[in-house]
């Protein structure tokens, strides 16, 4: 059997859509642990946090709440969710020629995805900056969903193409 580089690719294509995949669900986790354990321990990093919730302690540390701190773990928190959201975009278009259908209705999807998960990110800065727990947590929880939703929908579309190829003679 003769070398299939158009296979080849699809395959590349569908492991990283779920390495992606993986790496997100990863993190996902992680944050529903944190959140369940700082609620049950009522163990809060953020001030307002602690108000909210009225929680027993903060956590102690000597991080910087000003405004100049919070602006800081925007940014830092922005790092973690961006990459994973352009990632996805990439794959998303590169995998546009390899699905091969055009009936997926693909500037929708984008521009709602990217829509939503801007929305979810600006939310989250608002809510961090102006100090509102739950503007905050909409945000996070918004850029999550997203996050989410994209990788199911590239996944399924990837996986979906994989297994409906047919090798060119």
Not at 30 to 45: D, E, G, P, S, T
């Amino acid at each position: 059997m003769a070398y299939d580089l158009e296979l080849d690719l699809f395959r590349a294509m569908c492991a990283a859509a779920w390495i992606l995949f993986a790496l997100i669900m990863k993190n996902l986790v992680l944050l529903v642990i944190l959140a369940v354990q700082r609620r049950k321990n009522a163990m809060y990093k953020v001030p307002e946090d602690v108000e909210t919730f009225s929680a027993a302690q903060q956590h102690s540390s000597t991080d910087d709440w000003s405004l100049a701190g919070r602006i800081q773990r925007v940014l830092a928190n922005d790092t973690e969710y961006i990459p994973y959201f352009i990632g996805l975009l990439i794959f998303f278009f590169c995998g546009l020629p390899a699905t091969g259908d055009q009936r997926q209705h693909h500037l929708a999807r984008v521009l709602t995805y990217g829509l939503f998960f801007t929305l979810g990110r600006y939310l989250h800065t608002i809510g961090y900056l102006a100090k509102r727990t739950y503007i905050r947590i909409a945000g996070f929880l918004i850029t999550i969903i997203f996050l989410f939703v994209i990788s199911i929908d590239h996944v399924y579309y990837v996986t979906k193409a994989l297994n409906n190829y047919k090798s060119k003679p």
